[in-house]
């Protein structure tokens, strides 16, 4: 009788305290291992954008390293070639000879050097001659319609082309601005104490420098999403860990299930814990 008493006690019990308990750690573990995942997921999505990005990044940066290497290399040349002359023509015999050494000083300056090698020389910017690039850029630019029309008066008359033009050589625009804007004598010899230093070649490189730089930025920011995904699957371990002791004292019908219980309660809150401290993805 006691026995049967016992079973219809259990049986009109609305429900077992220690399956409720279990139930709500199983349940909570659960949340708590697909909170893990979703997190180490984002962060992995983050990490794999990082490094393509950091990829990117380089390659452009490389790329521009490379050009200004050639323009500081281009610089150089252009000084020494320059300086060459001016020596020439410093012992030319003649006359002659040094304007020659003199004007080819002159070009390779203000026609074969970048405008930062110019300006870190110290020489006049006002003689300066920009790139055809810049030019380039420049006459790609649309020209403005023409004001006249077909139905207008007509332009004067052009004059003739046989009629032979003896000034045409001297009043040439290219020729004229090649005058104009050959350096003085004597900024070309001072120009001889003049260096292209360590100043000069941080700033021709600091665009490329500054691109490695991003791009390093980038690669640690990957490096760092890949220790949180990390840090997240661990999580998830031991959130499945307090899983398995949880559902291990459902088969014990001894005291001895509160002990499992308490060990997959006190992993769960560990891991929940450590969960909560560490960075979540936005």
């Known amino acids: 009788m006691g026995m049967m008493d016992k079973e219809k006690d259990e049986d009109s019990k609305p429900f077992d305290k220690f ?38 990044l380089t390659t452009k940066a490389a790329t521009q390293y490379t050009e200004d290497t050639v323009d500081i290399n281009a610089d150089y040349a252009a000084v020494a070639a320059a300086k ?97 804007r050959d350096l003085p004598d004597e900024v070309l010899f001072a120009s001889l104490k003049t260096e292209l230093d360590e100043e000069y070649v941080d700033k021709a490189l600091a665009k490329g420098t500054q691109m490695f730089a991003d791009a390093d930025k980038r690669f640690e920011e990957g490096r760092a999403a890949n220790e949180n995904g990390d840090k997240f699957d661990l999580v998830g371990v031991f959130y499945t860990v307090a899983l398995f002791f949880a559902g291990l004292g459902l088969v014990f019908k001894s005291t001895a299930k509160w002990g499992f219980f308490m060990a997959g309660t006190v992993i769960f809150l560990g891991a929940s814990i450590y969960l909560a401290m560490l960075p979540w993805t936005g």
């Open 84 to 180: 060459d002359h001016i020596l020439q023509a410093r012992d030319a015999d003649s006359p002659k000879d040094r304007e020659r050494h003199l004007d080819m000083a002159s070009y390779q300056y203000t026609h074969q050097m970048n405008e930062l090698g110019y300006k870190a020389m110290e020489l006049p910017t006002d003689y300066y001659i920009e790139d055809e690039d810049d030019k380039a850029d420049d006459a790609a630019k649309p020209a403005a319609e023409p004001a006249a029309t077909a139905d207008s008066e007509p332009a004067a008359a052009e004059p003739d082309a046989a009629e032979p033009d003896e000034h045409a050589e001297a009043e040439t625009p290219e020729a004229t601005a090649a005058l104009e």
């Open 19 to 56: 399956e409720l308990a279990t139930a709500i750690l199983l349940g909570l573990a659960a949340i708590g291992a697909a909170l893990a995942a979703q997190q180490g997921g984002q962060w992995g999505g983050k990490q794999l954008e990082a490094f393509s990005a950091a990829n990117t």
